[in-house]
């Protein structure tokens, strides 16, 4: 058997590799994210946004945005035959599953670096949230990751795929969401960042993230199977 | 007398109500080569994907190398080339970076795995195009990194459907020359060109449409 770490970086690489080739979720990702801002900004009609309001905006954005980066995340292995390429390798399967996610995450703490700065300048009086905030978004990008590449994997295989995913995955990200924005509404409230059960948000998009890291990891060999 | 490479009998798979294979069955010693000939719709490639794991059957039993299929399919990875419809290549990488991924997924790496590539693309005459983007080369370009692809690995068992596929003359020569007849591998080779393959078979497989063996 290939160690799972070679499986994983070869995998890794191919992807991080093929889409700096190609920019086919990254930007998609960001101008989706960046225009849905700007349509905030204006529908809203609002300069600055605090609390719960600002707090939806942001996740419920880059939730939507994700799932563009979600939906592609398996299209080079079902149309170029790349499962049949890693089911007849002496790998553990499950590598593809950690290679993928890490694809994914790694997809969405770009964006968030690139569109969070913009969140703030058009809608945060102070940029003292963004440094807790960091915390919150890595914890969710972690779930949105495991979650993502879990129902990425089963709906690829559907001609409906665009439909599928995010029809099963948002119903999945609920707890997920919560937990997120109730971990950035008093960090965005009005005159600072406040902590008020921060830590136990915390804790729970943590117990997220682990159940289904664990939860993809032990089923995602029987997913490829036939 | 040594163990066959592939053994079957009464193999049968079936799709919902349709059934692609019905009572397929034969042996094939190592060194040896199996040619498969059919119409379309006959169940050559599905048993091909059986035959790589790929797919489960439905009833009779199947061992490849020694495993029971599907209960020992995890013996086998690393074992079998596949040389499919699909080339089972990455577009948007280059010739070179797709035969190093699979490489790496098959635990080569290095000075050895780079010898190796260098080999199987000299030997296919695609030195000078393999840093080029898969998706900017010819389809018998693209047959040809398959088959680079397809023994990277030194398998033991070659599974070959329309190994042919366009190729010209001269590809055709130079692929004869990893994927022909050998001692170190079996063949099990799926084509509509009986006269191509007969030659170098050591049994041939008639199926008729419905996936049933053609009585001799």
């Excluded at chain 2, 498969?36 to 006959?42: C, S, T």
């Excluded at chain 2, 023994?151 to 070659?158: C, I, K, M, Q, W």
């Amino acid at each position: 058997m290939t160690p799972s770490r070679a499986a994983f970086t070869a995998i890794l690489a191919k992807d991080l590799r093929a889409e700096l080739r190609t920019l086919q979720s990254l930007p998609a990702m960001a101008l989706f994210a960046t225009t849905t801002f700007v349509i905030f900004r204006f529908g809203l009609d609002r300069t600055s946004l605090s609390g719960s309001l600002a707090s939806g905006v942001l996740w419920a954005t880059l939730l939507f945005a994700a799932l563009l980066g979600v939906n592609r995340l398996f299209v080079a292995e079902r149309e170029e035959g790349g499962f049949d390429a890693i089911r007849l390798a002496p790998i553990d399967r499950s590598a593809l599953f950690a290679a993928k996610a890490t694809a994914l995450f790694t997809y969405l703490v770009v964006l968030e670096l690139v569109v969070v700065p913009i969140f703030a300048l058009f809608f945060l009086d102070s940029a003292a949230a963004l440094a807790p905030l960091a915390a919150v978004l890595l914890l969710a990008d972690l779930g949105i990751a495991a979650t993502g590449t879990l129902i990425s994997s089963m709906a690829v295989h559907s001609r409906a795929r665009d439909l599928l995913g995010p029809l099963v995955l948002l119903p999945l990200v609920v707890p997920l969401m919560i937990a997120a924005t109730g971990a950035s509404e008093p960090l965005l409230a009005v005159g600072g960042p406040g902590y008020h059960r921060f830590g136990t948000w915390l804790a729970v998009l943590s117990l997220y993230d682990l159940i289904f890291l664990l939860v993809g990891w032990a089923v995602f060999d029987f997913l490829l199977e036939d | 007398m040594s163990e066959a490479a592939v053994a079957v009998a009464g193999l049968r798979r079936d799709y919902g109500e349709r059934t692609a294979l019905d009572g397929v069955g034969f042996e094939l010693a190592r060194g040896e080569t199996l040619l498969v000939l059919g119409p379309n719709g006959a169940g050559k490639t599905t048993l091909l994907r059986i035959l790589a794991t790929l797919l489960r059957p439905s009833g009779g039993e199947v061992r490849v190398l020694g495993c029971r299929i599907p209960g020992e399919a995890w013996k086998l990875r690393g074992r079998i080339g596949l040389l499919g419809h699909e080339p089972l290549l990455y577009r948007d990488l280059s010739g070179r970076e797709n035969l190093r991924f699979h490489a790496r997924l098959h635990g080569l790496r290095g000075e050895p795995a780079e010898a190796r590539i260098a080999e199987l693309l000299a030997a296919v005459g695609m030195e000078r195009r393999a840093e080029g983007r898969v998706a900017e080369l010819s389809a018998g370009m693209r047959q040809r990194l398959a088959i680079c692809r397809c023994v990277l690995h030194e398998p033991e068992l070659l599974l070959l459907d329309e190994p042919d596929s366009n190729l010209d003359a001269g590809g055709r020569e130079l692929a004869r020359g990893l994927i022909g007849p050998g001692e170190s591998h079996a063949r099990v080779v799926v084509s509509h060109d009986p006269e191509r393959f007969e030659p170098e078979a050591d049994q041939v497989l008639r199926l008729e449409a419905g996936g049933k063996p053609v009585a001799a």
